[in-house]
Each structure stands twice: as C-alpha cells, then as structure tokens.
C-alpha cells in the first residue's frame, strides 16, 4: 500500500518513508543473515550485563 | 525436608519450578498449583490472533513435563493464603478444594485481566476482542478473519488497537498486533480497505511503559519514538496518545485523554484494546481469620515485595533506582516471594500524567516474559540456597534497574517476507545518573527486518523447548 504525502497531517510529521535499497535489505536473505548473527550477538551482550 | 509451592504455571512460576528442581535433592517436594492443563507461549498469541497460527502450536500439556521432572501438580486455583499456618487453598477444577501446605510460597500468578476497570471492555462481557489468553486469541483471530471476508466483499473495515486503560500496560502486545494485522492485509491486497487506528495510553508513541528509549542509529542518536512512528506511517496507521479509554459500546470507544476531559468518541467495527493488569485475586488471612491482603498487597491486589513503596510519593524525580525490588521477598513473610507480572512495582517507570479532570494516564511497567523468567531464576536459587543450609537469607538478585530487556517485536509472519522489530535495553529501568541516556548505549539498539522474524521464530521453539524441561534446558538463557 502507498501512503499518501499530505503536508501538515499526523502522517507528514512522522514521515521516514524507506527507499526501494532500505526495502530489499530487510528481506535480503544475505544481509539478513549477517544481521541475525549480529541480533544474537546483541542479546548475548544484553543478559550478559544482567548477571 | 522441604516443601516449595509455586503458584502458577506462566514463564515466571514454570522457570521457578524448573530451576527449584534442579538445584533442591529428591528429599525436597516441588509442587506447582495452576488452573492451567497447559502451558501456553504467550507471545506467539499474536499470531493466533491473526489466523496465522494454530493455538495448539503454542501450547503443551503439562502434566507429562512435570511427571518426568518429579514435580508435584495440583490443578486448580489458589484462592486463599494462610500464612501463619504455611498453607494454601486451592479450587480444585475437579471440583472440591485441597489444602497444600507449603514452607516456602511462590505466588507467579501473573495479572488478572482488569476488563471490569473499563465498562463495555473484553471479549466476555465487552465489545473488544483480546489476545492475552489462549482461547481469547484464538476467538480473536475468527473475528479477525471475518473482518478479512468484509474486506473481500469490498467493504471498508476500521480497527482500533492498542490499550483500553490509562493504566494499562503491555504496549509492545499491541504494536504487534497492530504490525501483524498490516502485514497480512498488506499480504491479501487489503490493507487499503483498512482504517487503522493506535489508541493508547503511552504520552508518545514508543514509551511501551519504560519511559522510551534512545537509540544508536547511523551515526546519530535517536528517540526511539521516531522509529516507532515511522513504522505507523509507513502502512498508514492513525494514532492517538495519552487516551484513557473510559467506556466501549458496539462499535464506539469512549476516550479522555492528557489534554482534554472532553468525552471523544473513536468508531470502530474491530478493536483489540489491551486491559489494566491487576493482581489475581487471591486473600491472605492470618491466624486469626482477619482478611490483611490490603497489607500484604497493593492496592491493585499484586503482591508487596523488597521494593521502597514509599517513593511512588517522591514524584517522578526523585524516583530512583533504589526503589526497586531485588529478592522479591515479601517483608512480612519472610518465605512467601513474588515473581514475574505477580510482584507489586514501586511505582512506574514511564512519567505520570493525567487528564484535566485528574483521572491518571501512565503507561505502568511492563515485566515482559524475559523479566518474567528472570526472576523466577533468582527467586528459585535463592530459596533453593536457603533450604540447602548455603545462606540464611536471598541473595540472589535481579533488580529491574540492573538487568536488560530484550524484545523481539513481531512485524509480520513469513519466513521469507516476515518483520519484527529487535529491541535491547540495559537496564529496563533508565538511569540517569549512570547512564547519559539513562540506558548504556553499547546494550541498547533498535533495529527491524527479516533477521527480526527468524529470531522470534527461533525463541518459539527454543522456549517451548526450555519450558518442556528437557534435555539442557538449564542452557537456554531466561
Ligand atoms: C499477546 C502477548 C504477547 C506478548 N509478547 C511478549 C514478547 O514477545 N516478549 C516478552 O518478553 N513478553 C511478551 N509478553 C508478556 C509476557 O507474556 C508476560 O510478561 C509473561 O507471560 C508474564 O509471566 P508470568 O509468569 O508473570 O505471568 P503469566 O504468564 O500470566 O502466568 C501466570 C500463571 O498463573 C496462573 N494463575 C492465575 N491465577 C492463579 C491462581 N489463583 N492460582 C494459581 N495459579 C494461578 C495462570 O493460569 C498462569 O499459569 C506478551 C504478552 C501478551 C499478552
């Protein structure tokens, strides 16, 4: 679905509308690999500092 | 010999329970009491709620997990403390009740789903729908799917998510609900047939109850907020903040909000509005018969533990990390503790507000399943020390304001198109004092995309799996 650029609206404000690049790398299957191994590292270091 | 009883079978009673089992010898009797036949894996409902999975798939029987792990099962519904006398009463859902004596208590009863707070509010005597129970979600996804069929048909449908209290909490639920209902009519070629609304009590989008957060984002550092806007203007979705919903009708949500006591009125032909959390309502009579769950419990009948209930007062700030619980020992009774959803917070951690007329609007704090399980960690070990002669006191801790959060967000279902949002804080609770942004920058990010379904998928089966208790499940972090 496309939305629609209305200057002064709720949606106007909030407007970070991504690129086609930013689109095809959230489902590029080999970034997101990197990026999965990057997540877990993430967490790792997350409950880490917890303990 | 000892004897545990843990009160309920959610993340917080059933990492207890596990973990009491492996740290107490055979001499030692372990005995769980839930309503429960199942365990269910609370975050998948949201899912369920869109027809995209199976209730049966996030759920198993807990009867075998807990013959195997030698752990007793009374099922029913504790409806009475007596903690002089070191025993409970149990509902029996056979019918009849059953006394369990206990020489430490668990209560991980969770929240009770506070529908009645808000008139018209609910699956069972309301006009919403709900996802916080497993056949609540199931139901969810059949009214859901039904809203699919009008939109098949070439009828416009308005949906409305998000809370339906000032108090309420669990934000992140609902923005998955929300996402997951985008992404699937996105999916159908009908999410242009779709009004959809967030109405929730949060000051600003992305506060889901722990003040927000600031990220680390392509050199710069960002609210959090900017990001969770943008995820609404990118399908379209309309927001209001600062709401207090204060009375549903068919196909109308009545709301107040931070700026106006005026009665404003919110049409909608499906709505998903997350409830108050109370406590359960379970009474503690001493031994005299007197009633004292007003003294052993806040207001909201959750349970008072080691926290400072005292600085609620102070004013927001003067709140300080201190506040906090961290053995969640309840301080009368010194061998009942509380864990997960269960135990009484401080006061929030997002900033108060309220409408013109006084009526208070504030995110409360969420103890999502990772808080859930944690303390239900340390509680275990704690008394499992206790009762092993290795301390006389808790002393394992875990404070909400020294230990992180993760948050896998579900976007979207699909192992090829799927979305979720990856979120990491350290710690839960800001601190400023420590931290420039009240959260250590090298723990906290935010991040969506592809990656962000597999994790999420991923920790389905990995809890599943942690919570059957079987083979290495001690290995799966909490
Ligand atoms: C739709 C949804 C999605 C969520 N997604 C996430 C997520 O992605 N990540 C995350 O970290 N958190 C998530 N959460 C939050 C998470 O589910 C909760 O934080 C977690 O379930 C809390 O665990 P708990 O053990 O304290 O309570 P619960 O899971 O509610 O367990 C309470 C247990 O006590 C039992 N009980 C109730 N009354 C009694 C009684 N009188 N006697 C005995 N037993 C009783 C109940 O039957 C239940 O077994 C989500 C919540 C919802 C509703």
Sequence with gaps: MKVKYTPYTQLAEAWMQPGPFAKFTRTCVLWQIVKFAAYNLKIIKVVAKGH | MAKVVVLGSGFAGQTAALNLRKSLGKDHEVVVVTPNKKFGYVPSWVWVGVGRMDVSETQFELAPVYKRMGIGYVNGLARAVHPDDNYVMVDLLEGGEEKVEYDYLIN????????????GLGPDHGHTVSICTPNHAAEAGEEYLKMVERMERGEEVKMLIGTGHGMATCQGAAFEYIHNIAFDLEERGLLDRAKITWLSNEQALGDFGVGGMVIGKGGYTVSGKIFAEASFMEKGFGWITGAHVTKVEEGKAHYITIDSAEDQVEEFDFAMLIPAFAGVPIKYINKDGNDITGELCAPNGMLKVDADYTSAAKGFD???KEDWPETYQNQTYGNIYAA???FAPPHPISKPAA????TPIVASPPRTGMAAGIIGHVVALSVADIINGKADKPVHTASMANFGAACV????????????AVIAMFPVVPDYERFEYGRDMDA???DQGLAGHWLKALLHHLFIYKMKGKFGWWLIPD
Excluded: C, Q, R, V
Excluded at chain 2, 108 to 119: I, V
Excluded at chain 2, 355 to 358: H, I, K, L, S, V
Excluded at chain 2, 409 to 420: I, L, R
């Design chain 2, 108 to 119: 991980a009863t969770g929240p009770k789903l506070n529908y009645a707070a808000t008139e």
């Design chain 2, 318 to 320: 003067n709140w300080k």
């Design chain 2, 340 to 342: 997960g959803i269960s």
């Design chain 2, 355 to 358: 409408a013109p007329d006084g």
């Design chain 2, 409 to 420: 967000a579900s976007m979207g279902k699909s192992m090829t198109k799927g979305s979720a």
């Design chain 2, 444 to 446: 906290t990010f935010g």
